[in-house]
T-cell receptor
Framework: QQQVKQSPQSLIVQKGGISIINCAYE??????FPWYQQFPGKGPALLIA?????SEKKEGRFTISFNKSAKQFSLHIMDSQPGDSATYFC????????????FGKGTKLSVKP | GAGVSQSPSNKVTEKGKDVELRCDPI?????LYWYRQRLGQGLEFLIY????????KSGLPSDRFSAERTGESVSTLTIQRTQQEDSAVYLC???????????FGPGTRLTVL
């Protein structure tokens, strides 16, 4: 059973465009929703995270939009750059758990110059 | 300061052999997680250590998998009688506290022939 569903699997965007990656979840006990960025041969690195008491969080060119009623959240990358080309993972954490994250399957983003 | 380190970076083994993977967490981090990342997939939680508490082994896929951690230091993940389906990248993450931000190492790529 996939608890966090991520789409699309891959995404190609032109430089300067907006990249949008979507995630959906079922477990209402999730209380923390991070996005990780992973470059080839590297471990994932935290990019931005949100808690369900806010609907949007912005850090530079990266924005998370959160819809609690729809149990969906998305990552928007504004003015996408070739250096943003990486695999992006959404994740969720059960507030009653030990803190382990449940990850989506990832989106491979390619930003064309 | 140094991040999370893992060794070896790559491991090729024959089916049926045992392998041991090592993780050095960030100094002072009490929580340590192991994840498995299969090709094209998201990260799959394996095991969690928090200080001297009993580990959460709920994600271990079979009894061939085990892990140890001494106090708040190094952890080793052991896979006995490896199978081809064990081929994956094994990622370790540490966190300064339970449910805190997780910092990932670069992973160990395991290939079972």
């Amino acid at each position: 059973q996939q608890q966090v569903k991520q789409s699309p699997q891959s995404l190609i965007v032109q430089k300067g465009g907006i990249s949008i990656i979507n995630c959906a979840y079922e477990n209402t006990a999730f209380d923390y929703f991070p996005w990780y960025q992973q470059f080839p041969g590297k471990g994932p690195a935290l990019l931005i995270a949100i808690r369900p008491d806010v609907s949007e969080k912005k850090e530079g060119r990266f924005t998370i939009s959160f819809n609690k009623s729809a149990k969906q959240f998305s990552l928007h990358i504004m003015d996408s750059q070739p250096g943003d080309s990486a695999t992006y993972f959404c994740a969720a954490r059960d507030g009653g758990s030990q803190g382990n994250l449940i990850f989506g399957k990832g989106t491979k983003l390619s930003v064309k110059p | 300061g140094a991040g999370v380190s893992q060794s070896p970076s790559n491991k090729v083994t024959e089916k049926g052999k045992d392998v041991e993977l090592r993780c050095d967490p960030i100094s002072g981090h009490t929580a340590l997680y192991w994840y498995r990342q299969r090709l094209g997939q998201g990260l799959e939680f394996l095991i969690y250590f928090q200080g001297n508490s009993a580990p959460d082994k709920s994600g271990l896929p079979s009894d061939r998998f085990s892990a140890e951690r001494t106090g708040e230091s190094v952890s080793t993940l052991t896979i006995q009688r490896t199978q081809q389906e064990d081929s994956a990248v094994y990622l370790c993450a540490s966190s300064p506290a339970r449910a805190g931000e997780q910092f990932f190492g670069p992973g160990t790529r395991l290939t079972v022939l």
